[in-house]
């Protein structure tokens, strides 16, 4: 099929990707220059980092990376330790109503978190924990999709390899920590980059659980910074979406490879 | 947990062997099971179990029947988010998955600067919904914003693109379009891969067009990736609902709310946990209806297991 391809479709393609990247290279140069220049594209428009300035001295941006970054960082070492130790039980323990356990499991792949709004609001109010950090991220610790991979993973780890560490003594949370976890490296590179973009980009239910800026993450900080009756300037809303895209976007430019394979993983589940 | 569970089943009898692997099968999963159960499967029991009940002032609550069914059913704002979630839906994935196609065609190609189309293609994927909406309203802002301005060029007046009922869904169908055609795009590249190539080069030398190659050989094949992605875009067309809260609330008029920003709205703008319930009750089970169509479909599949 290589040499096939038509000189007006390479037109195309690149057009589209152009056009696709148009978004996004617009909103940079809007928060790169001044205001006059959001909508007169010129070369000698003159470049400034004062967008940037402005916005994070009329908002604690600082503060909404650093909570932002708990938030990741915490839903991330849940699912990992919670998804291992099930997926673990899962895929080497022969017990009764295993495969009844294993569909209520999967039941969170249809029926996510994101949806039950109402009721997980009224569980963290009994929680005690509206307005908190660990409020946004205990829906999402037990992840449904976390098990189900990581079970696939360990599923297909020999059984030889098993017995030699069981010959040696080794006790399962050992044979687990010393066989089946570094085995399952990519899938939890895979696991984990998904996770990050996730909820590094949630937005609902924190902005529900949170209303003060001590336990908001940067895409609801965003949300509450450019409400239209804040009447901010269009540049400094601008470049304050692109402070809060740009850690993801620039991990992704670095891991093109990983992300688009993690993706890929995630939604073949 | 303690070492001793390693006792081969030739030292103890059998039946306690399994007895204590299902002790340690359940102690392994007691923690995501607290958490599964408090977040996911109460919380369903509950939406079902809220829905039959009102609150009143005084926070007692009086069991009130199918009262909130009904009364749903004779709420236009209800129906109206229902019939948007539909349109919401025919509009953005026919289009996105088409262009998924398309995109994963090309990039599949050996053409020049490839890893750099899939990068322009999948690059808005990563980008936060929240950002994704500040941005694309600046697009439809009236007379400053960039498509008023673009068509101030050629002579047009502005036009509120998000403050008129008849334009605000197709705007935000172009969006979201914009947002997933590149996810799905990695799934047809994933299935294109995979192909045979001598498939395409048979065609060939029996003179098939390329066209008649794609419609007779390629998309077939490519079936069971479009029904998935298919699956897949239905489910998210019921949970994006980020760029509302930001672009137009639901509005103008409720032209452009969906069924979980209604319930959003209802639980904490109108502070009507029970309503809302009902609400629930109802995206529930159209979600489980799409999500036994997608197991029952992804079990036939090989890479399920």
Redesign the interface.
Known sequence: ??G??HPL??IA??L???L??A??A??FW?ALHPAAFA?SFSLSAPWTLENFARAWNQAPFGRYYFNTVVLVVLILIGQL???T??A???AR????G?GI?FA????????????????????IGTLGLLDTIPAIA??Y??S?FG?FLLR?TFKSVPQELVEAA?VE??????ILWRVYVPLARPTYVAFGLVSV?YH??N??WP??VTNSVEARP??VG??VF??PETGVD?SI??AA?VM??AP??FA??LF?RQ??QS??RA??R | MSDQVVISPVVRQPRSYAWWNAVNAWLLLLPATVLLVAFTHYPILATIRHSFFIMRRNGTEVFVGLDSYRSMAADPIFWRALVNNFWFALGTIPTSIALALLMAMWVNRNMRGRGFLRLAYFTPTVLPMIAVANIWLFFYTPDYGLLDQLRGLIGFAGWNWLGDPSTVMSCLVVMVIWKEAGFFMIFYLAALQQLSPDLEEAAAVEGASRWYTFRRITFPLLMPTTLFVAINAVINSFKLVDHLVIMTKGGPNNASTLLLYYIYEVAFTFQDSAYAATLTVVLLVLLSTVALIKFGYLDRRIHYQ
């Open positions: 099929m290589n096939r391809t479709e390479v393609a690149w589209l990707a152009l696709w990247l978004p996004l617009y909103a809007s909508t330790v919670l998804s130790l099930a673990y039980a899962f323990f022969k017990f009764k295993s356990a209520l499991v999967l039941l969170q792949l249809m029926i996510m978190p994101d949806v039950l709004i109402v009721e997980n609001y009224r569980m205990l829906p610790l037990a449904a098990i696939q069981r003594g080794a006790g399962p949370l050992e973009s590094w980009n937005f609902l902005l529900i940067l895409t965003l949300a450019g409400a269009w809303i601008t979406t809060t895209m993801l976007l992704f430019l093109q992300f688009v993706f890929m939604g073949i």
